[in-house]
């Protein structure tokens, strides 16, 4: 009755990989890195024990004495997004770079999407989802037009004012955008407050493609186990093969959703995203921001510990990076951090583990099913060293 539960930071890289110069990331990015340097020493306490420092350099944080298993992974398909990363670490890889929209979308497509919602649209333009508030809000509040952005990802963005468009009123262009546009994600983005002092609200909401191929999750439902989701999983995942999907659009509500399945699952799969690394500070290249997230996560690692059992794996990873020193706003093409953690105490010593993003998804068959998927890349970060 073992249980895993794999935590994702959203954008905590740990160094560009090779191909970063192909996505416009140039060499010496490194978000943790970057991070560290920029609040003059990263204070991790629990994640320093387990061995973060022990990856690479990173200032403020030494090498651990008696690391668990650690290391980096590396994508192996393509993209540098939470659906590229997310898929990847459950064993699907693009093959082929997703479309994206680096002048706006077509008069073409915008004029379907006015067909198809009834609507007219500020913006069309790749974007910063902050700044193009602030640049279009006050706009959207005269008129009645959702803001319509994209990014470097392949990703089409509607923000609207909760008080203008009601918020099932965006639910619903953002479904049936999704049904005409060749995005790999449509996120609706609604806002409140006045001109000047605009915020995003907690109801984002993600519509994804499905994974265009089995991932781990897929084995595990065929092998009886239960998959519990936390946060912008079940969205990434276009709810594929999730039995249960918890609240975590905040990191305090992942936090204490995943504390409560650690408490009181008797068995199955936790996955959970950490989102505001992302959303609130590496796309405003806030590092003392990132820094205080850090070390909330920090602290709620030290109580997931306690709430181990013996037979229980708990992994901490990423999905991409999102460098703070970046001239962009845009996600960077990195490796993400590997921590996996065993239920005893203290936790056990383990070994450096390089290896891709799918070697999380095969730990995860592999621990709960007692055999791998064959059919899946990648091979448990728990079978031994280097």
């Not at 006050?138 to 918020?167: C, F, M, N, W």
């Not at 092998?223 to 995942?237: E, M, S």
């Amino acid at each position: 009755m073992a249980r895993v539960a794999v935590v994702v930071i959203d954008a905590c890289g740990i160094g560009g990989l090779d191909d970063a110069a192909d996505y416009g990331d140039t060499v010496g990015f490194n978000t943790l890195a970057n991070v560290a340097e920029a609040v003059g020493g990263l204070r991790l306490p629990v994640l320093q024990s387990l061995g973060l420092g022990s990856i690479v350099p990173l200032r403020g944080v030494s090498p651990a004495s008696s690391p668990v298993v650690h290391g980096r992974l590396a994508a192996q398909g393509f993209g540098k997004d939470s659906t590229a990363g997310h898929w990847e670490l459950m064993g699907v890889a693009a093959d082929v770079p997703p479309p994206t929209y680096p002048d706006g979308f077509s008069p073409q497509t915008v004029a379907e999407l006015e067909r198809v919602t009834g609507l007219q649209f500020l913006c069309n333009a790749p974007a910063n989802g902050l700044a193009v508030i602030e640049q279009f809000g006050e706009e959207h509040l005269r008129t009645g037009k959702p803001i319509l952005y994209t990014s470097q990802d392949s990703v089409l963005q509607l923000a609207a004012h909760v008080d203008r468009v009601a918020l099932e009123d965006l639910y619903a262009a953002c479904a049936a955008a999704r049904e005409v546009v060749d995005v790999i994600r449509v996120i609706a983005r609604p806002f409140e407050g006045e001109p000047g002092a605009f915020s995003r609200t907690t109801g984002r909401h993600d519509l994804a493609l499905p994974p265009p191929g089995r991932s781990a999750l897929d084995v595990l439902v065929d092998r009886g186990v239960p998959i519990h989701a936390v946060g912008k999983v079940n969205d990434l995942f276009g709810g594929r093969a999730i039995d249960v999907a918890h609240p975590g659009a905040t990191n305090a509500s992942s936090i204490a959703s995943t504390t409560s399945l650690l408490a009181t699952l008797d068995h199955g799969f936790v996955f959970a995203n950490l989102i505001e690394t992302d959303q609130l500070f590496g796309h405003r290249h806030d590092a003392e921001g990132f820094h205080r997230a850090l070390r909330e996560i920090d602290a709620a690692v030290g109580g997931w510990l306690e709430l181990l059992r013996e037979d229980d794996v708990l992994i901490l990873t990423a999905d991409h990076g999102v460098d703070p020193t970046a001239p962009h706003t845009d996600h960077t093409r990195e490796y993400a951090p590997l921590i996996a953690a065993t239920g005893s105490r203290p936790p056990r010593a383990g070994h450096r583990h390089d290896g891709v993003l799918a070697d999380v998804g095969q730990t995860v068959v592999t621990h709960l099913t007692g055999r791998p998927a064959d059919e899946l890349p990648g091979r448990s970060v728990l079978d031994g060293g280097e």
